[in-house]
């Protein structure tokens, strides 16, 4: 096989199991042996097979590979870290065997995808093909959801047999409401939660925009996902799209390419709006209605989560209780809480695997702190995106998003703007 035939199907493999992670969903699946297999799962089996052929017997791939962990060192140094201290830990769990699958499943699935994803070659074609297949998952994520909310239930309800589920698989059809409305889910691979989704595709989607052919296609799907965003009344979505907001506003006034005088009309119509509803809309009580007597930043359920981490952690601060033990400890979710998530990812990781795994993941997401005052031009819109997921954690694990984060992580910071927006290609062949 010629090594741009290689290319092409290595890159199409990718794009596929990116698709299949993140529309089907992951409870869609057949038992062989001891294994489920659902559809991303034998995606990425052909992907990861296919990769480590090329790894092995061709010499291109080991040198684009070399070179990106070269170029990025520190980076996939921290990175490195963090998967290794973690199966240090593993080795201190209170249950071994447990976390060694739990922790097994999380490295393969992440490690390799970094490692695949570094692996592609910065070619226009690849890119794109990459960006075209995001844009059917984002429209197809979009429909999901919008059928979820004119269904009031699961869209895929009627094509399973519940009764050939596990408890966990059936609660992923069970309806989530706050206030009365349902809490959006749009249940992709594991499943996905639809406001992690959200916050994490608009900054790619803005990111991409020159890929995707026209900014007016962005918008619009942007508009469709804060649109039903809004549907699932979740206040750290909520947060993080007033961020988002924020930062769009910001820039804009600090863009060179804006009219002056459209400036001023902006900061006077903000002002004006701003006056007219805090004079006319009690913020408070509003707030309080849309999350269903809820105050925003008040929740007893995350704040018994982090009390009884503590009492925990005294016995277990270095080395935490378990890869995927944290959640059973605390007695949260499904199976007594074997399948559960803590709202915390930096509460999970410490009592997961202790306060070095902990601090490993915080230089990561310092690395791309530091990063976004280096970059330029569209890659801010990408790195600021990250940098407002980082702060979605503190409320919501982030279990069920693993690997589309490290995907986005690694693919944003190699596939730089400037190259992209340029037109500058290196096929590195």
Known sequence: MKISAYYNWLNKLLCVFLLTYI?????????????????????????????????????????????????HQYFFKLIFLFFMLQWVMVF???DFSWSFKRYLNFFIYNFFLILITASIPLQEKYVKEVVRFFLIAVTGVILIAIAEILMGTNPFLPFINLESLNEFQ???????LRGGDRRIQATFSHPLSFGQFVVLIIPVL??????????????????????????????????????????AFGKSLLSKKVNPSF?????MGMLLGGLVFLNTVNISEKLDEYFGGRELLDDDNRTNQIEGAWTILEEHLLTGV???????????????????????????????????????????????????FKVRGNSKWALMGLIFFSVNLISLSLIEVHTLFYFLLTFTLIYNAEAVQSGYYTSQL
């Open 23 to 71: 529309l089907v969903p992951g409870f869609i699946s057949v038992n062989v042996g001891f294994f489920e297999l659902s559809a991303s799962r034998v995606a990425f089996i052909l992907l990861l097979v296919f990769w480590l052929r090329g790894l092995i017997f061709t010499r291109s791939v080991q040198k684009i590979l070399q070179s990106r962990l070269i170029q």
């Open 92 to 94: 201190q769990s209170v």
């Open 170 to 176: 059936r609660a992923a059809f069970r309806e989530k």
């Open 206 to 247: 803005i990111f991409f925009k020159k890929e995707l052919l026209t900014k007016s296609r962005v918008y619009i799907l942007i508009f469709f996902l804060v649109s039903v965003a809004l549907f699932i009344k979740s206040r750290a979505v909520l947060v993080i799209l007033i961020l988002w907001g924020g930062y």
């Open 263 to 267: 400036k001023v009309l902006m900061i």
């Open 322 to 372: 378990g890869f995927g033990k944290g959640v059973e400890e605390l007695g949260y979710g499904t199976s007594g809480g074997a399948r559960g998530t803590i709202d915390n990812y930096f509460l999970t990781l410490i009592l997961d695997s202790g306060i070095l795994v902990l601090g490993s993941f915080l230089l990561i997401l310092l690395y791309v702190y530091f990063k976004y």
